[in-house]
């Protein structure tokens, strides 16, 4: 971004901020759908680049892929690597409390029959890293009894009915033709709808630029025939990422050998992450 553009974008950012609390304050739904879809429109067809780096280049043509993203609890040896390499790929801020992606660790204990869980918010893991920037698991079950443990990675789930994008007052949220939802950050207001909307606690809130951010299954890489950062980073292939149009693709084979299911099917958000290994106590 230029510095020219600079001003222009904020005042189109404040133009469209209070363009969203009039239709808020108003009750204008039928108007704030109509300017939403016109605004998805052109944020779909855009060529320029977002904060997030997120749009393709004009040599990749999105219809005609599909993708998809696996998750194999089996294999998750909760070592973090995808973590930081999402923190760098994407300049995510460095800190412990804010995440493209982590991982979470469940854990049973004999004689009791749920899992205790473990994740980048308890100040345990924190204090285990020794950086208020990053977070480690702690050894805290040493002397426990562990029936069962396995790790989680999380990340956004890229829906066929994002709710999240339902919300967005100035459609700076979108879904692109090859199953990617994405965030226009040159649209983005910062009011945070989307994420109080997303039931998987995939978004936040950067203070820093003043938008929203998620997992974006590194958008700008797999247009360009790469793998996500996490993905490539992973030590014994617990992530698998591929085109479910090609039925040979990793992630193609990777459902069709597997029973696979998927984190609040409840919601009907349709999710296109896949899990192996995960119990129902998993959310």
Not at 22 to 31: E, I, N
Not at 178 to 189: A, N, P, S, T, W
Not at 206 to 221: D, I, P
Not at 234 to 245: E, I, L, N, Q, Y
């Amino acid at each position: 971004m230029t510095n020219e553009s600079k001003p222009k974008l904020a005042a189109r950012r404040e133009f469209l901020a209070k363009l969203a609390r009039t239709a808020t304050c108003a009750g204008a739904v039928v108007g704030a759908a109509a300017a939403l879809g016109v605004m998805q429109n052109v944020a779909a067809k855009s060529e320029s680049k977002s904060t997030g780096g997120s749009f393709p280049t004009k040599d990749y043509d999105w219809t005609k892929h599909q993708w998809a993203f696996g998750v194999d609890a089996t294999k998750c040896i909760g070592c973090l690597r995808c973590v930081e390499a999402c923190k760098t790929e994407n300049n995510v801020p460095r800190n412990a409390h804010q995440f493209r992606t982590w991982v979470e660790r469940y854990v049973y204990l004999e004689g009791e029959d749920k899992p205790r869980i473990d994740s980048q918010q308890d100040p345990v893991n924190i204090e285990a890293s020794g950086s208020e920037k990053e977070y480690r698991f702690a050894n805290r079950y040493k002397d426990a009894k562990v029936e069962k443990a396995f790790f989680v990675p999380k990340l956004c789930n890229h829906c066929n009915h994002p709710t999240c994008n339902q919300v967005c007052p100035v459609g700076a949220c979108y879904k692109t033709e090859d199953g990617v939802v994405l965030i226009d950050h040159d649209y983005c207001i910062g009011c945070r709808y989307c994420v109080q909307a997303c039931p998987y606690g995939a978004r936040f809130f950067n203070e820093e630029h003043g938008v929203t951010e998620k997992c974006t299954w590194c958008y700008h890489r797999i247009t360009k025939g790469l793998q996500p950062a996490c993905v490539e980073a992973c030590p014994v292939g617990a992530r698998v990422f591929g085109d479910r149009r090609d039925k040979q693709s990793p992630i193609s084979l990777f459902i069709r050998n597997n029973r696979v299911q998927v984190l609040k099917p409840e919601t009907g958000n349709g999710p296109n992450v896949f899990y192996v290994g995960i119990d129902k106590e998993v959310v």
